[in-house]
């Protein structure tokens, strides 16, 4: 009698961990998050917007599909990268631009088995900015359902059927279009409609720097009494600035969140409490995350340059080293003059 008694507790206790499993593996815990490198942007700005899936109770993910909708009016898709995501298989149909309706389509599927990592990339859908109005823009999910016949769903396989195991509907992802004024502003246009510029001499010796993602601008501060602060332009088009910054009265400004690999030009003005601006410091221009591009390492170049030099080397040596980097100097120089141009 005490055994079966004891089989019958040991027959429940598998029976109700057993349940328990099942339970665990359909958990509704996983979740999409929509996150991008900027939160706004102007006119002809591209930007990413990356797709996480975040799966807290390493469920074995089967598929996963996140469609997006956004204003064709306003963006415009440029590409979606799905390299290094464990969803190899792209659905059919998917994985593209539906310019018409607004969609970007993504859907795609684990084959070895589902991904039970606790957090991945998806996908990253790179946009770009054409609409010239100022707007918030959203990028948003579309169609969510709590099945998985909706567009968007994270799905497991459970007893041979797919099971969404989506929390929630993910967040949209806000964004401010042409926050500071839509129309680009021409160097032209500015020296005609600030009729009466400021007295205050216009800004001299810009000089730029750049790393990954980011520009670094200085310039000589001005110690004019009537100086209140600068105005920094740039954009990608040389003498056509989409974008401004205002500083206060310093002598340089770090730019984050830029496109690496393409080229921006910048010009700054000064200006008085009045408002009135002086006339524009020259431009310059640089390739972000390309720091041989920059121009303001060349002040130091040849200090550092020297200060390297060996003190008593014999001839070949010397001779060499100074080849080398008189070469180096010499392709440096030229690569940034071919920017700048």
Do not use: C
Request: proline share 5%; no cysteine; net charge negative.
């Amino acid at each position: 009698m005490k055994r079966i008694f004891l089989l019958s507790i040991g027959f429940l206790l598998a029976f109700t961990a057993s349940i328990q499993g099942v339970f665990a593996q359909s958990a509704q815990d996983a979740t999409l998050e929509y996150s991008s490198n900027v939160t706004q942007a102007n006119t002809g700005d591209e930007f990413e917007v990356q797709i996480l899936l975040k799966n807290p109770s390493q469920q074995p993910i089967i598929s996963v599909r996140s469609w997006l909708q956004y204003d064709p009016q306003v963006l415009e898709g440029v590409s979606i990268d799905t390299e290094g995501t464990p969803f190899t298989l792209a659905a059919p149909g998917e994985d593209e631009f539906s310019v018409s309706d607004g969609l970007v389509k993504v859907g795609r599927s684990n084959i070895s088995g589902g991904f039970s990592g606790a957090e991945t990339r998806i996908a990253t859908i790179r946009f770009k900015v054409i609409g010239t109005s100022g707007v918030n823009a959203l990028v948003e999910p579309y169609d969510f359902q709590t099945s998985e016949l909706g567009h968007v769903s994270v799905n497991i396989i459970e007893e041979g059927f797919p099971v969404n195991v989506l929390s929630g509907e993910p967040q949209s992802l806000p964004l401010t279009i042409n926050s500071g004024g839509s129309t680009p502003i021409q160097v032209d246009d500015h020296l005609t409609d600030n009729v009466g510029l400021s007295a205050l001499s216009r800004p001299q010796n810009l000089r730029i720097m750049t790393g990954e993602g980011y520009v670094e601008l200085k310039w000589d501060l001005s110690d004019s009494p009537e100086l209140v602060g600068y105005n920094v332009y740039y954009g990608r088009t040389s003498g056509q600035y989409t974008r401004r910054r205002t500083v206060e009265k310093v002598n340089g400004l770090r730019i984050d969140q830029l496109n690496n690999g393409e080229a921006y030009y910048f010009a700054i003005t000064a200006y008085d409490a009045q408002g009135k601006e002086t006339d524009y410091s020259d431009e310059v221009a640089v390739v972000v995350g390309e720091p041989l591009s920059s121009t303001a390492p060349f002040e130091d170049f040849m200090d550092s340059l020297l200060a390297n030099v060996p003190t008593s080397p014999e001839n070949g040596p010397l001779v060499g080293w100074l080849a080398f980097s008189i070469l180096g100097l010499g392709g440096t120089l030229y690569f940034r003059k071919s920017v700048q141009n």
